[in-house]
Every structure is written in structure tokens, then in C-alpha cells.
């Protein structure tokens, strides 16, 4: 049988761990959104970082971009990269610059549907990217669980805009908000119960 120490002495001695002896506060949003309508509404006060928040809409054109708009000027003026992966439009740069964008930021991928997915993959797990847009036209479960995986590799804001039809459907994205008619509705939030009412567009600007 081993000697009996002391616990003041195995302290000392640093052969036990010691706990903090307080809690720790709980810690805030790395990135709100930019309006603090939604922002008041989401868990954290903002988008989850390192994660992929999905964007549901019926086309584009829903007020996506200028959801988007403040969180991805903010990073792009501490001169990190923002990449779109397959826009459905070729970005307009005047309107970007206007939101408050740094454009020499901002890269754009074109690519097929097909490698639209593995390219956003590879952008969210660099490392090198501090938010990437995509706009997967077909993407099951297992594919959105490799851009979720890939966002918390890359520590990468990663943004899926998507049908909204596929709203009946389970998505590993800690995040979803949908677009429709002039309001965005929390469907989905880590760590927090989604709002019952949909809040207006023009209200979280």
C-alpha cells in the first residue's frame, strides 16, 4: 500500500489538478450578423462560428446578400479572405463596395455543380478563408455534414444558400434561417430554442 499524502501537499507538489475555483463566463458571439434584431434572437448573439449556417429562400434575390452583407465587411476590412463558390449571379462590385465591402477581399470561384461542393469544402478547411458562400444546388446530409466539418476544421464561416424547399428536410447545420415574403425565420439555432415569430427583414437591419 502506498504512503498516505497529505491533498495540500500533492497541490504543492502539482500531482493533482485543480479546478478553477469560479465559473467561466460564457463566451460571445465571435461574429454577429450586423443586425441586432437577429442578433437579439440567435443564441450567442450571432452566427456560430466556425460552423455552417444554411440560408433558406425560394430564389435569390431574397435579401440574402444584405443578411450577410455587415459580418463579411467587417472581415473583409481586418483583410481576411471572403470567397463566393459558384454564385448564381456574377456579383454586382459597385453594390459590394456599397454594403462596405473591401473588394481586393473578396475572390469568386466558378465552378460546375458537381465541383462547386468539393471546392467549398476545400475553402472552409484551409484555413485561409474566413467565410465562404456557396449556393449548393444538390447536396444531401452527408454532404453538408462535410462543409459542417470542414467549417469547424478551417475555423471558417461557412454560408449555404439553399431551396427552400428544402426546409422539410434535416440538415446538420447548426444554423438555418429561412427567407420568404420579407421575413426571416430562425428554424434552427445551436444551443438555443428557435423563435416561434419570424422577424422582419427590414427590422434586423
Given at each position: 500500500m502506498g504512503a498516505v499524502l497529505?491533498?495540500?501537499q500533492l497541490l504543492e507538489t502539482r500531482q493533482v489538478w485543480r479546478g478553477r475555483s469560479q465559473a467561466v463566463p460564457a463566451a460571445t458571439a465571435q461574429h454577429p450578423t450586423g443586425h441586432p434584431a437577429l442578433d437579439a434572437r440567435l443564441p450567442g448573439g450571432g452566427w456560430p462560428p466556425a460552423a455552417l449556417s444554411e440560408v433558406l429562400l425560394a430564389a435569390p434575390g431574397q435579401g440574402e446578400l444584405a443578411l450577410v452583407w455587415p459580418t463579411l465587411a467587417r472581415?473583409?476590412?481586418l483583410q481576411q479572405t471572403v470567397v463566393?463558390?459558384?454564385p448564381p449571379y456574377l456579383p454586382h462590385a459597385p453594390a459590394w463596395a456599397g454594403a462596405g465591402l473591401?473588394?481586393?477581399?473578396?475572390?469568386?470561384?466558378?465552378?460546375?455543380p458537381r465541383d462547386a461542393l468539393w471546392a467549398a469544402e476545400q475553402c472552409l478547411r484551409s484555413a485561409a478563408?474566413?467565410?465562404?458562400?456557396c449556393w449548393p444546388q444538390q447536396a444531401d446530409d452527408r454532404a453538408l455534414r462535410r462543409l459542417q466539418v470542414a467549417a469547424e476544421t478551417g475555423q471558417c464561416l461557412g454560408?449555404?444558400?439553399?431551396?427552400?424547399?428544402q426546409a422539410r428536410n434535416s440538415s446538420p447545420a447548426p444554423l438555418r434561417l429561412?427567407?420568404?415574403n420579407g421575413q426571416v425565420r430562425v428554424l434552427k439555432c445551436r444551443g438555443g430554442m428557435a423563435p416561434a415569430q419570424p422577424l422582419p427583414l427590414s427590422l434586423a437591419h
Open positions: 497529505a491533498l495540500d472581415l473583409s476590412h463566393l463558390i459558384a473591401a473588394l481586393g477581399q473578396v475572390q469568386v470561384v466558378q465552378a460546375s478563408c474566413a467565410a465562404v458562400l454560408f449555404a444558400f439553399r431551396d427552400l424547399r429561412q427567407l420568404e
